[in-house]
């Protein structure tokens, strides 16, 4: 029978083992000064050199950020190529042909290889890309927690089912955020990204076309550049107000009855989240703020952080 002593000596060194552990899984705001100090300030101008060249870049960088963590955690595993032995996320059906801004991060990752090797991760690129784009579109500055790893794996199956699809109703919209423990109103919150970016004719033709709860001019208008049939990549501004920069008008248009996207409607369409839409639109700090403390919850999903994962040289292959 062991003696208390020893009991209580490794009981001390199980604790402390522990919370190492748990201190490891924790994402910190300072985790590359001292090991890449302009890591920061080195991808911020990659992005804003790549939104002054097109603004809808912006958008597209941000949601590679909410793409990757709504499939297994925020672990760069959207940036994987297909190889002939492996099947990653780029050819689910929100990716396929979507998803963009891949060559961006390519320019980003190797900028700051040639200051850090090794040293930084793609999935931390993705985050901070995310918060720059937004800045860059006139959006709201928040800290990003640094000091997630990147996966050595993908999952197409996941990104099909996890990913919330632009036919969702209220309940599904619900449902998908749930399910990654977010509330209601940070999917309300969360879905202000469309206040930036656009969208293909195939994602809204059924909205245009069979439903009523949209406004007559602006369906009339999306028809003229959306057939019935054909031009399937023709693309409309989820906020037809100021789709370039980073602001209130696309819950704005939910109330007047301008969402581009069946889901966007859904959120004003007499149901629960009707009120946050109405609070939204009449105010811009209060949106602003609640998305960036959303938008850093998102950034904690599921991280690869200390012995996980790896940092990869190349963001679209494992090392």
Excluded at 94 to 115: P, W
Excluded at 143 to 162: I, P, Y
Excluded at 209 to 214: P, Q
Aim: charged share 15%; aromatic share 8%.
């Amino acid at each position: 029978m062991a003696s208390s002593s020893s009991f209580s000596t490794t009981f001390c060194v199980f604790v402390f083992v522990f919370l190492i552990g748990m201190a490891s899984a924790q994402l910190s705001s300072t985790y590359y000064n001292t090991s890449c100090p302009k890591a920061l300030s080195t991808i911020k101008s990659a992005v804003n050199s790549a939104v002054s060249k097109e603004r809808r870049m912006g958008a597209s960088l941000l949601r590679l950020h909410f793409h990757d963590c709504f499939v297994n955690g925020c672990d760069a595993s959207l940036l994987l190529d297909d190889t002939s032995t492996f099947t990653g996320e780029k050819t689910a059906r929100a990716n396929n042909n979507s998803v963009r801004g891949f060559d961006v991060i390519d320019t980003i990752k190797s900028d700051v290889e040639s200051i850090c090797p090794g040293v930084v991760s793609c999935a931390d690129i993705l985050a901070v890309a995310a918060r720059d784009s937004v800045v860059a579109l006139g959006g709201p500055s928040w800290t990003v927690q640094l000091g997630r790893r990147d996966a050595t794996t993908a999952s197409l199956s996941t990104a099909n089912s996890d990913i919330p699809a632009p036919t969702l109703n209220l309940s599904g919209l619900i449902s998908v955020f749930s399910k990654k423990g977010f509330s209601t109103k940070e999917m309300v919150t969360l879905s202000g990204s469309h206040t930036i970016g656009q969208a293909k004719c195939t994602n809204f033709r059924s909205r245009i076309y069979n439903e009523s709860n949209i406004d007559t001019s602006y369906a009339t208008s999306l028809k003229s550049n959306c057939p019935s049939s054909g031009s399937d990549d023709n693309l409309s501004p989820l906020d037809t107000t100021s789709p370039t920069y980073f602001d209130k008008y696309y819950f704005k248009n939910l109330v007047n009855k301008k969402g581009l996207l069946h889901s966007d409607q859904q959120l004003y369409s007499g149901g629960s989240t009707d009120f946050q839409v109405t609070s939204y639109s009449g105010t811009s700090s209060t949106f602003l703020s609640d998305f960036t403390s959303a938008i850093v919850k998102m950034g904690n999903l599921s991280p690869l952080t200390g012995t996980s994962g790896e940092i990869r040289t190349n963001c679209r292959k494992i090392n």
